[in-house]
C-alpha cells in the first residue's frame, strides 16, 4: 500500500494506522503528487492507494486521473477534509473505493481497510460469481462503513463495532452483540436486520434449551 499524504505528521499516522491493520503493509509513504505518481510507475506493484486530495503540487483527482492514463490500476481510497458534494462524484466516477474524511480515528481507517481486503479477495477469486447475490455482496463489502449507506438513525461508530464484533465471532446473537458493543438489545437488532439486509450476514434460527429459538446472525465475508 502506498500512503500519500503532506502534512508530516498525519502522514506518519496514517502509516501507522495501516501498519496496525493485519494484512496490510505500507510499501511507501510520500507527500506530493509526483512522488506519487512515480512510486506508482516503479517496479514494485502496488493494490491500493491512501491519497490525500489536497497536495501542494496538484488535486488527488488529478493524480487518479494520471494513473489511470498511464495504465495504473491501483485502487484507491480517498483522505480528505473537502464535503463538497462535486468532489465525491468525481472521486466516485474516477473508480475511487473509499472516500474518508479528516480528521477521522484509526478504528474508521481500519474498518475501511478491512471491507476492501474482503472485496479484493473476492474481485480476484478465481471462481466465477454464481449469482446475483454475490455481486451484490461484493459491492456492499467494498462500500460498508461508510454514512451515506447507513438508514437514518443509526451512527457509524456504531455499525464500526456491530461489523467487528460479528466478524470476529463468525455468528452471534442481537445479545451477544450488545453485549460486545455495549448497546441495548433492540439497537443491536436494528444494526444485525441492517447487516442482514446488506448481504454481509445471514440469519439463522439458534435453538437453546427448551425457550424460544433466537436469531443468530452469521458473517459471510470470512
Not at 494513473?67 to 491501483?74: P, T
Not at 441495548?184 to 447487516?195: F, K, N, P
Not at 442482514?196 to 437453546?208: I, K, N, P, V, Y
Amino acid at each position: 500500500m502506498l500512503v500519500v499524504e503532506d502534512e508530516p505528521v498525519a502522514a506518519d499516522a496514517h502509516t501507522m494506522y495501516v501498519g496496525r491493520v493485519p494484512g496490510f503493509t505500507v510499501v511507501g509513504t510520500v507527500h506530493t503528487a509526483r512522488d506519487a505518481l512515480r512510486a506508482l510507475t516503479a517496479d514494485e506493484p502496488i493494490d491500493l492507494v491512501l491519497l490525500d486530495m489536497n497536495l501542494p503540487d496538484g488535486h488527488g483527482l488529478d493524480v487518479v486521473r494520471r494513473m489511470r492514463a498511464q495504465g495504473v490500476l491501483a485502487d484507491v481510497v480517498a483522505v480528505t477534509s473537502a464535503r463538497e458534494l462535486d468532489t465525491v462524484r468525481a472521486a466516485v466516477s474516477l473508480g475511487v473505493v473509499q472516500y474518508l474524511l479528516k480528521p477521522f480515528v484509526f478504528a474508521s481507517l481500519r474498518e475501511r481497510l478491512e471491507a476492501y481486503a474482503d472485496y479484493h479477495r473476492a474481485t480476484h477469486a478465481a471462481d466465477p460469481v454464481a449469482s446475483q447475490g454475490d455481486v451484490d455482496r461484493v459491492l456492499a463489502g467494498v462500500h460498508r462503513g461508510g454514512p451515506a449507506a447507513l438508514p437514518k438513525g443509526l451512527a457509524e461508530d456504531v455499525w464500526g463495532k456491530v461489523l467487528t464484533a460479528v466478524r470476529r465471532s463468525g455468528a452471534a446473537s442481537s445479545g451477544e452483540v450488545a453485549e460486545a458493543v455495549g448497546v441495548s438489545r433492540v439497537t443491536a437488532r436494528r444494526y444485525l436486520e441492517h447487516l442482514a439486509d446488506s448481504g454481509l450476514a445471514t440469519r439463522h434460527s439458534r435453538h437453546a434449551g427448551t425457550g424460544r429459538p433466537e436469531v443468530e446472525y452469521r458473517w459471510v465475508g470470512r
